[in-house]
C-alpha cells in the first residue's frame, strides 16, 4: 500500500492506493471510517488492476477547508485522481455514504465509469432516509440542536432505546458522535454532504438501460440494520447487467470480502 495527496482548491486530500496495474478503481468509503476500510479488497486485486482510496472531507488525513463537499467537488476530485494516476477511465467502488455518492454524481462522472460497485450502499433503501436527504428547514435546524446539546440528546436517546422507541444502533451511533466536539462537527458536516448528493432511482436505471457495457454489482448484508434489503434487492434486479449479492454480515460487509471479492475483481478486468 502507498500513500499520496492531491491539492485541490478546496484542501488537501489524501489516498491510499493498492496495486499498481493498468487498470484503475476507485473506492469511496463511508461515515465513520476512511481509506483503510477498502485494505481487505487489495488481497483480491489481480496483477492488472489497482485500488486507489481518497479520505473523504472530515475523514482521515484528508484537509478540507470548504465549508460543504459537493457533486461539483466530487467531480474535481475524481479529475484530479485520473490525473494524478495517469487514467482516463475507472471501476467506481462505494461503500456506505460512499456509494451514496457515485449514485448522486452518476450524471456527472458516469461516463469515465466502466463499472459500479456498491456496498451496503445508503441512499437507495435505507431505513432512516428521511434522515439523510434534503430536510426541512424546520428538522435541520432541530437536528442542529441535538446535535450541540449532546448530553441533553444523549439522556432522551437512552431512554428511548429503553422502551424501544429507537433502535440501538441509533443509540450507539449517537454515543460515537456526540462525543468530542470534532465527531460532532464531522457529524453536521456530513450530514449537509448526504443532501447535497440526492439519489435518483428512476435516473440510475435509465443511465444503466442506456449503457449496457457497464457492470453493476449490489453487496449487502443479510443482519445490516441499516438498510431494507428486500427494498434494494427489488431495485437491482430492474437492471438487467446487476449481480445482487447476500452476506452473512451486518453493515460491515468488507469484513466478509471473500464471500462476493474474488468473483468481483474477476468481472470488472
Known sequence: MNSHFIELPSGTVFYRKWGEGKQLLIGLHGFETDSRCFQPLSAYLLPHQRLVAPDLPWHGQTQWHDPIFSPTHLKAL?????????????????????????????????????????????????????????????????????????????????????????????????????????????????????????VRKSALARLFRENPTWTLDVVAGTKDPLLRLEKLREWAVRIPQARFWEVDAGHQVMQKSGAWAGAFSRRNE
Open 78 to 198: 475524481i479529475a484530479g485522481l485520473l490525473a494524478q494516476e495517469g487514467a482516463s477511465r475507472f471501476a467506481a467502488i462505494g461503500y456506505s455514504l460512499g456509494a451514496r455518492l457515485w449514485l448522486s454524481a452518476a450524471p456527472l462522472l458516469a461516463s469515465q465509469w466502466t463499472g459500479l460497485i456498491l456496498l451496503a450502499p445508503e441512499g437507495l433503501a435505507s431505513r432512516w432516509q428521511w434522515l439523510t436527504g434534503p430536510a426541512p428547514s424546520l428538522l435541520r435546524s432541530l437536528g442542529n440542536r441535538l446535535i450541540q446539546h449532546p448530553e441533553r440528546t444523549l439522556q432522551a436517546a437512552r431512554w428511548a432505546a429503553r422502551i424501544g422507541a429507537l433502535h440501538s444502533y441509533g443509540y450507539q451511533f449517537l454515543q460515537r458522535n456526540l462525543k468530542t466536539p470534532e465527531s460532532r462537527l464531522r457529524l453536521v458536516q456530513s450530514w449537509d454532504t448526504a443532501a447535497a448528493f440526492p
